[in-house]
């Protein structure tokens, strides 16, 4: 069964401060895919990444960087700089094999970005 | 750039109430899913639908949930008698293949 953990439940820092997210997955297939979806207080889930099992390859994208590692079934996720509006809840999430398949969140961390 | 939407935003209903959550998803899209989250909670499956048919469900989605996709572009999520704990923010998605499921921006139900 997939599961996937984030173990940090909130993290609070002062802005221009870089903040690092962890997720932990757990899963039995050797194809599967890891999201990051950013949730503002408005209530929305906002896509931010997908990696495929196979592309371990580490991106930074603007302020946002992910740092995938299968050795430690890992797929972290760090702000840099972080502003005021990065204030959400961040959720790592695990789709399993084929295409279609569903979604199983982690449970999330509250970031929390004071000025 | 197109997206999903659900209506209504925010439905109270009382206990023991039907209830028709409803989503329109993105016009090319082939997978379409309703998940929940309760309050501070963290987001869960409910079921997915493919060819217009259920193609996986979670323990959640007993038999007080259906599904229908009744005119090819709505995708509607039913609760036949609600109770207090099916308050929650249910989410429906989207995706043409294995990419980003799109997600709706929510209808809040209350259920007193």
């Known amino acids: 069964a997939q599961k996937v953990t984030q173990a940090q439940t909130e993290i609070s820092v002062v802005e221009k401060e870089d903040v690092t997210l962890d997720c932990v997955y757990e899963t039995r297939d050797t194809t599967y895919y890891l999201f990051w979806y950013k949730q503002p207080p408005s209530g929305e889930l906002v896509f931010l990444i997908r990696?495929?099992?196979?592309?371990?390859q580490n991106e930074i994208s603007g302020r946002y960087s992910w740092n995938f590692q299968k050795s430690t079934s890992s797929f972290n996720f760090t702000i840099t700089a972080s502003q005021v509006v990065d204030s959400a809840v961040y959720f790592c999430?695990?789709?399993?094999?084929?295409?279609?398949?569903?979604?199983?969140f982690g449970g999330g961390t509250r970031v929390l970005v004071k000025p | 750039e197109p997206e999903v939407t659900q209506t209504p935003s925010h439905q109270v209903t009382q206990m023991g109430q039907e209830v028709i959550l409803r989503c329109v998803p993105i016009s090319n899209h082939l997978y379409f899913y309703w998940y929940r989250q309760i309050l501070g909670q963290k987001v869960e499956f409910l079921v997915s639908f493919y060819n217009n048919e259920i193609s996986e469900k979670s323990e959640i989605f007993d038999d007080q949930f259906s599904v229908e996709r009744p005119d090819g572009s709505n995708f509607t999520l039913k609760i036949r008698s609600t109770k207090l704990e099916d308050s929650a923010m249910y989410f429906c998605?989207?995706?043409?293949?294995?990419?980003?499921?799109?997600f709706g921006p929510g209808t809040r139900l209350t259920v007193t």
């Open positions: 999430a695990l789709s399993e094999g084929a295409a279609g398949n569903k979604l199983t």
């Open positions: 998605a989207s995706v043409v293949r294995n990419y980003e499921q799109y």
């Open positions: 990696r495929n099992s196979f592309d371990e």
